[in-house]
Nanobody, 117 residues
């Protein structure tokens, strides 16, 4: 079965950095657009960034210039490097895999990111 296992969340001070990782199994990684979404309390889940197998990226406006998404197909892993974090970045971050052929979407369990002094 499909499994997306996230890691790297935690508590960080404003202005700090974190790197999230998501390792996939049970899918053909190269067939999937990999993305990071987040959901803050009382808000809808939103796309933070995604990356195609070819390396094309897409970012939430507020993430541009601060966050970098990357993927390592050999390790079936997608990363989200987050810099200059602020309180608005506090949320549960979810990894997503979307198969470009079937449009099937799979989700990780989420990892909490809290930005606070």
């Amino acid at each position: 079965q499909v499994q997306l296992v996230e890691s790297g969340g935690g508590l960080v001070q404003p202005g700090g950095s974190l790197t999230l990782s998501c390792t996939a199994s049970g899918i053909i990684f190269a067939y999937n657009v990999m993305g990071w979404y987040r959901q803050a309390p009382g808000k809808q889940r939103e796309l933070v960034a995604d990356i195609s197998n070819g390396g094309r990226t897409n970012y939430l406006d507020s993430a541009k210039g601060r966050f970098t998404i990357s993927r390592d197909n050999a390790k079936s892993t997608v990363y989200l490097q987050m810099n200059s974090l602020n309180s608005d970045d506090t949320a549960v971050y979810y990894c997503n895999a979307r198969n470009v052929w079937t449009d099937r979407s799979s989700w990780g369990q989420g990892t909490q990111v809290t930005v606070s002094s």
